[in-house]
């Protein structure tokens, strides 16, 4: 099975900066977009950023700037480099997997991102 496991998240003053990790296991080697996802309670989920295995980039508006994705195609990992951050970016940060034989998408657990001074 594939799993996805994010990790760095934690509590940070307005500001600061954190770097999130997803990292996937299982029978999927590579995926064709791997993509952040944040949840707030009682909001919908919606999308961070997103990364191409060859390196096409989205981000939200209200990210953009602030915000970096990458990947490395070879260890099926993901980060999210995440500066400037206010208290609006907290949320669960959530990691998406899309693999190029289609299936379904795939998540994470998530990681908890709080910013708060």
């Known amino acids: 099975q594939v799993q996805l496991v994010e990790s760095g998240g934690g509590l940070v003053q307005p500001g600061g900066s954190l770097r999130l990790s997803c990292a996937a296991s299982?029978?999927?080697?590579?995926?064709?977009?791997m993509r952040w996802y944040r949840q707030a309670p009682g909001k919908q989920r919606e999308l961070v950023a997103g990364v191409t295995n060859v390196g096409i980039l989205n981000y939200a508006d209200s990210v953009k700037g602030r915000f970096t994705i990458s990947r490395d195609n070879a260890k099926n990992t993901v980060y999210l480099q995440m500066n400037s951050l206010t208290p609006e970016d907290t949320a669960v940060y959530y990691c998406?997997?899309?693999?190029?034989?289609?299936?379904?998408?795939?998540w994470g657990q998530g990681t908890q991102v709080t910013v708060s001074a």
């Open positions: 998406n997997a899309v693999p190029h034989i289609y299936v379904r998408d795939y």
């Open positions: 299982g029978n999927i080697v590579n995926f064709a977009v």
